[in-house]
């Protein structure tokens, strides 16, 4: 539905390594749906994506570096996958930081694929019920989540979803869940 999202400042949190169609996808949900969408990397200039992991896909123009925003700046926060992404971002304090700060105050998060990782390293997975890329659910289950193998799973303000394949319902969902949100006063920004 258009202009469910108008007014909504949503982070896209991701580096190298991201899977092209789990960033480019979402995102047009949210832009179609009126979110200003915006690009949170760890160093500025691209950010390179991939296909499958293994094949080069182009690049993303980074506007925002997490360790010089605020979650007060956004309404909602979108972790797309892809191996090397959440890894990369596991080993920067300020992307964890900014993880966990979205998570705990209560604002939509939303994760597909291997991007529940963050999860993980953030320590905001205990409790939750999620779901993920297969290979992550042992590292969920030892954070202390409760890992199911569905489609798309929403608890509270967590939504994660499995693989590419989900994402029609994953982005259905997150336009869903990110409409709830109370809207943000726009605050800089690209």
């Known amino acids: 539905m258009a202009g469910e999202l108008q007014g909504r400042r949503v982070a896209i949190l991701a580096a190298d390594g991201v899977e ?46 997490v360790s010089e925003v605020s979650l007060d700046d956004y309404d909602a926060l979108l972790l797309p996958g892809g191996t ?14 900014f993880v966990r700060d979205f998570v705990r105050s209560g604002k939509p998060v939303a994760s597909i694929c291997h991007g529940p990782w963050n999860f993980v390293e953030a320590d905001v997975a205990r409790g939750r019920r999620v779901t993920s ?25 967590i939504t994660t979803s499995r693989s590419p394949d989900d994402l029609p319902a994953f982005c259905e969902r997150i336009v869903q869940e990110f ?3 109370p809207e943000t006063a726009a605050v800089g920004g690209s």
Request: net charge negative; aromatic share 2%.
């Open 133 to 157: 890329w297969p290979s992550v659910r042992t590292d969920l289950r030892n954070a202390g989540a409760e890992v199911v193998d569905e489609e798309v799973v929403t608890d509270g303000n």
């Open 84 to 97: 090397v992404n959440p890894d990369k971002l596991r080993m920067e304090a300020a992307a964890v930081r």
């Open 179 to 181: 409409a709830r949100a």
């Open 20 to 65: 092209r169609v789990e960033l480019e996808k979402p995102r047009q949900a949210l832009d179609d749906a009126g979110a200003q969408t915006v690009l949170v990397s760890i160093s500025r200039g691209e950010i390179q994506a991939r296909n499958n992991d293994l094949e080069d896909a182009g690049t993303f123009s980074v506007d925002e570096l």
